[in-house]
């Protein structure tokens, strides 16, 4: 395989994606017609790009394994998108918002593609509003900013705390149009099982029906991938009990190199975990650290009345109370990066001063801001999340502080992909989340958003067209051909040898224990011993899966075990190299952190002398990965110290 | 807590289902019905047989996958939530819960507790969308919306597709998630210039396939878990009537 | 007639039938007064004079034409919006539905139902007499007697008793149908929701309670 060429334009920083989309190949609409292409996922990336591909004349397929495009997870996202628009006029621009990412992704993204993404950040909210999406106004009907984490200006914009939601349903309906157009055709209920290369380029994709249970082949002179991050391999984690790896995983095997596997982003304010049955852990928005404050006691013996039930946390006194965030970092204080909110919270944790039933949370208080701005100033605010803490943990949280602490919940890695969102598989492109993208070490709050339409509305239309433009002359090809027959018969033999092992243990069983490795070893604070012994554990666990998993019901039919068991099978695989990636990675930076790697007041220690690049992971054979280097070239921007002191 | 489960379990589309009954004990009150659900799997796994399947993916309330008819309430006992949200102790030690799909004609059985829901996809399809193709958008302050309006709309557009409107309706209509989707267009200059077509297709569609018709009852509010309001059913009539008349 | 009602959309029907309704409540109003005449102790003579008036008047006879016509599309469209509803759920629940609904909401076709009944034996009595499609001995000046009628009819508990709960019904009946009617007819603001609302119930008070009046007249006082 060739080495990595990252395909970034010529030209100064600022002018770079001008210039591609000038000079990129174009496709006359008699030709697009004949252009079939496949996209995988229908969150923001996918369901925007397959929405604008289709609008553009394209023959486009999309599948998701939900009943409806309009569930998937993008639609959980709360706190909002941002955009370089600077309508409150506090000193924003296009080269502020690209800074700051930057420098929240700690100085280990893509400059040229984080500076497009900044670019195209305002045509995004242009888009939206133009497709009818509600998000917050003003008095005077214009739209509304908040403040994020990360940033010194309010930048957000959003729709009340549900903006996943709108935006998510505003690329639905763009898509439900041109389905009933008839230029996008919908599989729902399908899921990925592997990618067809003919000629080593993408052509397509073997999909299981999942209510039938039957494998179908599909031809696509191109193929998107767009099916969200692995946060899953956590088990617990904030995404949906469907979110896999499975396809970037399979594409991994295929060809497509695997970026920054181990950048995992850990999210500060989730509600903390209560009980061995527990399936997941809700997130509650960051934007509650606006207002709310964060603290522990100060006195050990606080805590842990607290986690006795002797000790109400509204009885702990003012002083007495360690307001962590605000003593840590006084510029940002609430406000610092997630990874950064999040590993304080551990460190106090870990020290001691935790509380709640299991002393893993710290408190998150609200009674100063209601004393300041009114309980129905936060209840307009707030309302809706304080509303989902008291169903969920049954305590109203106007009267006594809420309790978080951290939850995997976003990967900033994924395929490792090119200026152009093309893995290095040709004619195989990731976006969203599923790439390993703009968002470096660590991802700003309500970046996610911005990047996944970023991706579907602006940049795959014209990236995607640019690669089928050398592909008119590829007739459609039929789907019986050989390399189809070889990939559906693959994927055959693998569900057959999960169905035949009939042990004892079930699929849940194998992925709490996987998620329990990888939160110890591979979780918010790693080490060299920790991350050698997981991958000795998740490599154990692996041989015992293949034996010992039990599956009930049969092959042919709709069988959840059997999609969980598929899935899982790829987490096993992924969480592997998450160890070797993080157990590469000598340095600490965003959301990887190792414990050798620190300054004395616990902070990342980064060392760009050695690590300035993007691992970019070659799959050789089960358990056997090469490593390859893109090397992270800033020419705008001077790399320094991330500091939020 | 101990309770007992009578659950329709049904082979697939085509077989005929039957209600059966499982007994649980040691379920924590702090569980949520969907995880009292992944417990009593893996307890029929562990016994050989086939675990319920049942819709659920987010499990925070958002997705609108979840559809469960508890104890005669979609989405159970509990206001303002998706079956995911609901907490066990929301029930009593020693309790009977009957678990069913939600029964719909548009909304046919699957399996077990999960039914088909395209019928909801085909009517966005017919005109839940604002025609605007990607690019083409002016400075998105260029249109401004005054903020009761656009607070009216997000009320609307908050509806999360699950169907509990049409699973509590007595006559099966779709009324609140259909006038839900139209009024949030109607409430906002963007969605005005289709704004006849676009209720016109929207009903038309709803009709045919096979969704009853609204009685007021307003079942559909009550239980509806992100408490989308009526007014939107009487909006979309007068957007109706005005499409028909003027 | 059947089959291109069929075709109309779901809300048409509805907004028909909330229209129709809004006017039989108010010929409801105008029989409540020609009603009301029966408790003068005159003879009938108010009454039949009445009765007389509006069996003969010609706006009348035109506005006669229409309330039928609007009686039997109220009814027909009940009963096809219900046999459409029935129909939307082929399959019924185990557990009846324990949503918390406003009273009688959900038993429109029910209550309708009980009215449609009454409104016919009230036909046998009256209406097709003047038509001369049920024979009756009590006329006067070559027109039906209605005040004999009505006296007799009242006289016998049975039919009293019968009458008053009809009137029951149909005040149930009225008060979901009023607020219902002009939230069909797209009329939902906070604004004046609860002065629906209140209009809806005090006139499903107030109107039945007049005519139950009356037979309890004849039967206590007379």
């Not at chain 3, 219902?180 to 009329?187: D, H, M, P, R, V």
């Amino acid at each position: 395989m060739a080495e990595l060429n990252s395909k970034i334009p010529k030209g100064s920083l600022t002018s770079k994606w001008t210039h591609y989309k000038d000079h990129q190949n174009l496709v006359n609409p008699s030709n697009k017609r004949k252009l079939d292409i496949i996209i995988v996922g229908t969150g923001l990336a996918g369901s925007a790009a397959a929405a604008s591909l289709g609008e553009m004349g394209f023959n486009v397929k999309i599948f998701c394994y939900q009943d409806s495009p309009r569930r998937a997870h993008s639609i959980a996202a709360q706190g909002g998108i941002n955009a370089a628009k600077n309508y409150p006029n506090d000193g924003d621009s296009i080269y502020r918002l690209f800074y700051d990412t930057i420098k929240g992704g700690d100085y280990r993204a893509r400059e040229a593609n984080v500076y497009r993404l900044a670019e195209v950040s305002n045509t995004i909210i242009d888009q939206c509003v133009a497709q009818g999406v509600p998000f917050a106004r003003e008095y005077g009907g214009s739209l509304e900013n908040r403040s994020f984490g990360g940033a010194q200006v309010s930048r957000t914009f959003y729709a009340r705390g549900q903006t996943g939601q709108q935006l998510l349903l505003g690329s639905y309906s763009a898509l439900s149009r041109q389905i009933k157009l008839g230029t996008v055709k919908l599989y729902d209920r399908h899921e990925m099982m592997d990618v067809v290369l003919v000629d080593g380029k993408a052509r397509g994709i073997i999909a299981r029906d999942l209510i039938t249970g039957k494998l179908e082949r599909h031809f696509g002179h191109a193929v998107v991938v767009a099916t969200g991050g692995y946060g899953n391999v956590f088990y617990l984690s904030t995404n949906a009990m469907g979110s896999n790896t499975s396809a970037i995983w399979q594409m991994f095997k295929k060809g497509a190199w695997f970026g920054n596997p181990c950048f995992t982003q850990i999210h500060p304010t989730c509600i903390p975990v209560h009980g061995d049955f527990q399936s997941k852990l809700t997130l509650m928005s960051e934007s509650l650290r606006n207002d709310g404050r964060i603290w522990v006691p100060k006195r050990k013996e606080d805590a842990e009345a607290h986690r006795h039930g002797k000790l109400k946390a509204n009885d702990i006194a003012e002083e007495n109370r360690d307001y962590f965030l605000e003593r840590r970092y006084p510029a940002f204080g609430n406000l610092v990066p997630r990874d950064v909110a999040s590993r304080a919270a551990k460190e106090r944790c870990d020290a001691g001063f935790g509380v709640g039933e299991t002393g893993l949370a710290v408190f998150l208080d609200f009674k100063e801001s209601i004393g300041r701005l009114g309980k129905q100033v936060i209840e307009d605010r707030y309302g809706n999340l304080f509303q989902m803490y008291e169903k969920i943990v049954d305590e109203n949280p106007y009267i006594n502080p809420m309790m978080i602490y951290p939850a995997a919940h976003y990967t900033m890695g994924g395929t490792w992909v090119d200026y152009e969102l093309q893995t290095t598989v040709t004619g195989l492109f990731a976006a969203g989340e599923a790439n390993f993208s703009d968002h470096g070490a660590n991802r700003l709050g309500a970046s996610a958003l911005m990047q996944g339409l970023a991706d579907g509305y602006f940049v795959l239309p014209y990236t995607v067209q640019n690669y089928l433009a050398g592909e008119i002359r590829v007739a459609r090809m039929s789907t019986d051909k050989a390399e189809f027959a070889e990939a559906e018969k693959a994927v055959q033999t693998r569900l057959e040898k999960l169905m035949a092992i009939k042990g004892t243990r079930s699929v849940d069983q194998f992925h709490k224990e996987l998620g329990k490795i990888m939160w110890e070893y591979v979780g918010m604070a790693r080490n060299e011993a920790g991350l050698k012994k997981a991958i000795e554990l998740i490599r154990k666990l692996r041989v015992e899966f293949w034996k010992d998993v039990k599956i009930p019901g049969a092959l042919n039919e709709l069988n959840p075990e059997l999609e969980k068991a598929n899935r899982v099978a790829d987490f096993m695989e992924l969480g592997e190299l998450m160890a070797h990636d993080a157990l590469n990675r000598n340095e600490s930076c965003g959301g990887h952190f190792r414990e050798e790697y620190q300054t004395e007041e616990g902070e990342c220690k980064r060392n760009d002398d050695d690590y300035k690049y993007v691992a970019a992971w070659e799959y050789i054979s089960d358990g056997q990965f090469k490593l390859h280097k893109e090397d992270l070239v800033y020419e705008e921007i001077e790399v320094k110290q991330r500091v939020y002191k | 807590m101990k309770l007992t489960l009578k659950i329709w379990r049904q082979k697939d589309a085509k077989s005929t289902g039957k209600f059966v009954t499982y007994s649980i004990d040691n379920i924590s009150p702090n569980c949520s019905f969907l995880e009292m659900l992944d417990i009593l799997n893996e307890q029929l796994i562990a016994k050989n047989e086939e675990p319920v399947v049942f819709d659920h993916d987010c499990r925070e309330g958002i997705c609108g996958m979840c559809s469960l008819y508890i104890n005669g309430r979609p989405h159970g006992p509990d206001d303002a939530v998706t079956a995911c949200q609901l907490h066990m102790r929301k029930f009593k030690d020693g309790d009977t819960i009957v678990i069913e799909p939600w029964r719909a004609k548009p909304f046919p059985v699957i399996k077990d507790l999960m039914v088909d829901r395209s019928a909801f996809d085909k009517i966005i399809q017919e005109g839940g969308y604002i025609s605007v193709n990607t690019g083409g958008a002016a400075e998105a302050n260029n249109i401004l919306v005054g903020k009761e309006n656009s607070e009216l709309a997000m009320d609307a557009a908050s509806c999360i597709g699950c169907g509990a409107c049409v699973a509590a309706c007595k006559n099966a209509s779709a009324m609140l998630f259909v006038s839900a989707k139209v009024s949030q267009f109607a409430l906002l200059p963007q969605g005005q210039i289709e704004a006849k077509q676009r209720v016109m297709r929207m009903v038309k569609k709803m009709d045919e396939l096979g969704f009853g018709n609204c009685t007021n009852t307003y079942a559909c509010e009550a239980e509806c878990p992100k408490l989308i309001s009526r007014s939107n059913i009487a909006r979309m009539n007068r957007e109706f009537m005005c499409a028909k008349v003027i | 007639m059947n089959s291109s009602f069929l075709q109309f959309s779901s809300i048409t029907k509805k907004i028909w039938m909330a229209f129709l309704g809004l006017f039989l409540m108010i010929f409801l109003v105008v029989h409540l007064g020609i009603n009301l005449c029966l408790l003068r102790d005159d003879g009938g003579v108010w009454f039949n004079a009445a009765a007389h008036f509006m069996g003969t008047n010609y706006i009348v006879k035109v506005f006669e034409i229409v309330l039928f016509g609007g009686f039997i599309i109220h009814i027909l469209l009940g009963i096809i919006l219900q046999v459409q509803n029935w129909m939307a759920r082929p399959v019924r629940y185990l557990v009846s539905n324990k949503t918390d609904t406003p009273f009688l909401s959900k038993y429109m076709i029910y209550t309708g139902g009980i009215v449609l009944i009454f409104l016919i034996i009230h036909f046998m009595n009256f209406y097709f007499i003047k038509l001369g499609w049920v024979s009756n001995p009590n006329f006067i000046e070559g027109e039906p007697n209605f005040y004999i009628i009505a006296q007799e009819l009242f006289a016998q508990p049975v039919y009293s008793m019968l009458y008053v709960i009809l009137f029951i019904v149909l005040g149930f009946h009225l008060n979901q149908a009023f607020q219902a009617a002009w939230q069909t007819l797209g009329i939902n603001h906070p604004q004046y929701n609860s002065c629906i609302q209140w209009f809806g119930t005090v006139y499903a008070i107030v109107v039945p309670l007049g005519f139950i009046i009356i037979p309890i007249y004849f039967l206590l006082i007379r």
